[in-house]
């Protein structure tokens, strides 16, 4: 039985960062809040680079869809990408400002220019611009709700 014991918290101390990175876990709070008392700076750049990676990946599944580009293979999913930059994001700099510190200033100096230049990579990505032009020129054809033309525009 010590045998066990010793191997299961062997086993717990081998689990990388990423297993245990509270940005990688669905939310379990009421009305999904973040998990703060779990977040430590060291979760900060592996989610942000991690989230970077997936966004990348989303971006390039939009744009090598095979269909026509439309309203929801194109906007939507475009929409709907990014899940994991997002909740980064939201917590990062809603931490930065209001409890900031050395630490977290010296973060915020390495994700900013991640950012930028993902954001960068996402905005001049000339296939999916492609595919956006494709939906904004028939849009007046397509009948959209009101959110759906604020998510066009």
Not at 124 to 139: G, I, P, Y
Request: charged share 30%; net charge negative.
């Amino acid at each position: 039985m010590a045998f066990t014991v010793v191997m299961a918290s062997c086993s717990n101390e081998k689990k990388t960062t990423k297993e245990m990175n509270p940005f990688y876990e669905t939310y379990a709070a009421p009305f999904g809040v973040p998990p703060f008392d779990k977040i430590e700076n060291k979760h900060y750049l592996p989610a942000v680079k991690e989230g970077i990676l997936r966004h990348e990946k989303e971006i390039e599944q939009i744009v090598a869809n095979p269909a026509n580009p439309d309203f929801a293979n194109t906007i939507e999913a475009m929409d709907k990408s990014g899940e994991l930059l997002n909740r980064f994001t939201n917590v990062f700099f809603n931490v930065k400002e209001a409890n900031t510190n050395d630490s977290i200033d010296k973060i915020a100096e390495v994700v900013a220019p991640l950012l930028s230049q993902h954001a960068d990579a996402v905005n001049m990505n000339e296939k999916l611009f492609a595919r956006v032009k494709v939906v904004d020129d028939q849009k007046d054809k397509l009948n959209l709700s009101r959110e759906q033309s604020r998510l066009l525009e």
